[in-house]
């Protein structure tokens, strides 16, 4: 019943943008190659077409299961311009619906809300269950004549397929992506010596950032900035400690070898159990196409996830996870809190030049740039994965 194709129109743009010129110097050496051009990070139209063609398309981090611990709560998010709910069953499995009554399409649930039994629309007072079946419908049949059982093949909140790793839900709303477990395998691969399951959710840092959600996800994996924009963080995992990023499908990762522990980086906090000695000074840096971002430190967890407003505004968010009673222990809080100062201070130094280059994104002075041969085969990677998307 869902039509997820593309819109005509946004095709001609999308070839137009992405021409034949372009894509070739994505494919090309990267000596000769470039990145996207000026009008990705400008154009509304674009946008409409990012969440068309790439969000509702692949898996997309749409939220977490702490955000529903009971069964009956309810969490609201919008993914690729779309209203969706997040619900815990009776039985305590994660669900995930389009947020809309198929009677008139009014959003079902407005704000987070929790111990439902049932979720009931604004409108007309449809009752769907927390399974997404339609349970009864009032005066369907006139004043007072209600439908008490609609029966199994009446219309309930549409599906959307979901999976979930530890906290983390991920959506894939157009329905056909790759298998989550196929998705995920490269990652799961390179970790297997993290113990996740050691980890528990601390906070979440909010950041609005006047710039493009591409240039900020861009500019995560991109180690060549540190020493000009990140003086601490250079002296912290100094750049001859880095490696340039290697890509796999959809996946982005990296490491850095951490040199010299600073307030909020590396102190006072536990590490994951059984880390090896190399494994208590590395540090993972993995991200996932289009906008999530996992950066794994021997202390920490945290889990990047850009939402893109509009093409020159996005909202950050940074999850943070520490090893057990860390995350929530009073003893912690001063380490944590170190945590989250280092975090926003590194942040506010990268939006900067996220804010500054967005401006500059106007300019006909550029149009996708010349790339370092070392350290950018990422961003050409990047373009590969927009076009393959988008065309
Ligand atoms: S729109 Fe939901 S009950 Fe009418
Ligand atoms: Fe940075």
């Given amino acids: 019943m869902l039509n997820h194709a593309p819109s005509v129109d946004s095709g001609e743009m999308v070839h137009r943008v992405l021409d034949e010129s372009a894509v070739a110097r994505f494919r090309s050496a990267t000596r000769d190659g470039s990145g996207l051009p000026n009008e990705c ?45 997040i619900v815990r069953d009776h039985d305590g499995m994660i669900r995930v619906f389009h947020n809309v009554c198929r009677h008139r399409g009014a959003v079902v649930v407005a704000k987070p809300c929790q111990r ?115 003086p601490k963080l250079e002296v912290f995992t100094p750049l001859d400690t880095r490696v340039a990023v290697d890509t796999e499908g959809p996946w982005f990762h990296n490491t850095s070898m951490i040199q010299e522990p600073q307030p909020g980086r590396g102190i006072g906090m536990p590490m994951y159990p059984g880390l090896d000695g190399k494994g208590q000074r590395t540090e993972w840096y993995f991200h996932l196409f289009p906008t999530t971002a996992i950066q794994i430190w021997p202390d920490q967890l945290a889990i990047f996830q ?65 790339l370092s041969p070392y350290w950018d085969p990422a961003t050409q990677h990047f373009a590969r994965l927009v076009t393959d998307f988008m065309h």
């Fill in 41 to 85: 990070y400008t154009s509304p139209e674009w946008l409409k077409a990012e969440n068309e063609r790439i969000f509702a398309r692949t898996w997309m981090l749409a939220g977490f299961c702490h955000d529903v611990p009971q069964p009956g709560d309810v969490s609201p998010v919008e993914m690729a311009g779309m209203p969706l709910i």
């Fill in 116 to 230: 439902q039994s049932v979720l009931t629309c604004p409108y007309h007072s449809w009752v769907y269950g927390l399974d997404g079946s339609l349970r009864m419908r009032p005066h369907f049949f006139g004043g007072g004549r209600h439908d008490t059982n609609p029966g199994e093949d009446a219309p309930g909140l549409v599906p959307v397929r979901h999976a979930v790793w530890h906290d983390l839900v991920f959506v894939n709303i157009s329905g056909d992506a790759p298998e989550f477990e196929d998705h995920w395998e490269p990652f799961a691969r390179r970790t297997k010596d993290y113990d996740f399951g050691a980890l528990r959710y601390a906070t979440t840092l909010d950041f609005d950032v006047k710039g493009n959600w591409k240039l900020i996800y861009e500019n995560f994996y991109d180690a060549y900035h540190v020493p000009t924009v990140h």
């Fill in 306 to 370: 850009l939402h893109a407003l509009a093409p020159d505004r996005t909202m950050e968010h940074i999850h943070m996870y520490f090893v057990g009673d860390a995350a929530t222990d009073e003893a912690y809080a001063g380490y944590r809190q170190d945590v989250y100062d280092m975090w926003n201070e590194l942040n506010t130094e990268d939006f900067e030049i996220v804010e500054n280059m967005q401006g500059a994104r106007t300019s006909p002075g550029f149009d996708g740039g010349v």
